[in-house]
């Protein structure tokens, strides 16, 4: 059964850093790149970093960018969202999916169910 499990959100001071974990069972998640997103209440889903698997490029949306970094655990088949110096707008819903393809195509197959990041004084 294919799966992606996130974890590791929760509540952090402005400032602050959290890493997401994202946990793949039933297949390779070095197959496929791989993207993060998030969902603010009210706000629609907006994609904010993908790995590429074929050559390793990443990709991060201006809002992050120097702030978050994507990475990947090939034995533990797993990738991460390093998240440093957060806001609070930064506050979400984040999700991991997998591209159909080995490189940030744009498709997405797979989702996660998403942790809570909540960035607050």
């Known amino acids: 059964q294919v799966q992606l499990v996130e974890s590791g959100g929760g509540l952090v001071q402005p400032g602050g850093s959290l890493r997401l974990s994202c946990a793949a069972s039933?297949?390779?998640?070095?197959?496929?790149?791989i993207g993060w997103f998030r969902q603010a209440p009210g706000k629609e889903r907006e994609g904010i970093s993908c790995?590429?698997?074929?050559?390793?490029?990443?990709y991060y949306v201006d809002s992050v960018k120097g702030r978050f970094t994507i990475s990947r655990d090939n034995a533990k088949n797993t990738v991460y969202l390093q998240m440093n110096s957060l806001k609070p707008e930064d506050t979400a819903v984040y999700y991991c999916?997998?591209?159909?393809?080995?490189?940030?195509?744009?498709?997405?197959?797979?989702w996660g169910q998403g942790t809570q990041v909540t960035v607050s004084s």
């Open positions: 999916a997998t591209d159909i393809r080995n490189y940030c195509s744009g498709y997405w197959e797979y």
């Open positions: 790995m590429s698997s074929s050559d390793g490029s990443t």
């Open positions: 039933g297949f390779t998640l070095d197959d496929y790149a």
